[in-house]
Nanobody
């Protein structure tokens, strides 16, 4: 009953920036946490960043200092600001959210960092 729509992916040069957005819609009464995961070819899906309903954040060590997760509760939207991008950041990025009873996933958006 919850749908996540992602946007903002694309192709960027090393050192560049992208901002991902994920808007949640549907039967939303409470979003306990939202986050971003990524999956590169041949690798497991990994947590990139997460944010609680109160604004507390967690980041993967590989992105600390470069990525920033934020949320707009009024819009049910979570963002991922990605700066100083590296080729190793290339992956499909997935948005997720947790309600009181379920976990939902977005369709994924491709981020490619290449010269």
């Amino acid at each position: 009953q919850v749908q996540l729509v992602e946007s903002g992916g694309g192709l960027v040069q090393p050192g560049g920036s992208l901002r991902l957005s994920c808007a949640a819609s549907g039967n939303i009464l409470w979003l306990n946490a939202m986050g971003w995961y990524r999956q590169a070819p041949g690798k497991q899906r990994e947590l990139v960043a997460a944010i609680s309903s109160g604004g507390s954040t967690n980041y993967a060590d590989s992105v600390k200092g470069r990525f920033t997760i934020s949320r707009d509760n009024a819009k049910n939207t979570v963002y991922l600001q990605m700066n100083s991008l590296k080729p190793e950041d290339t992956a499909v990025y997935f948005c997720s959210c947790v309600t009181g009873s379920s976990t939902y996933w977005g369709q994924g958006t491709q981020v490619t960092v290449s010269p």
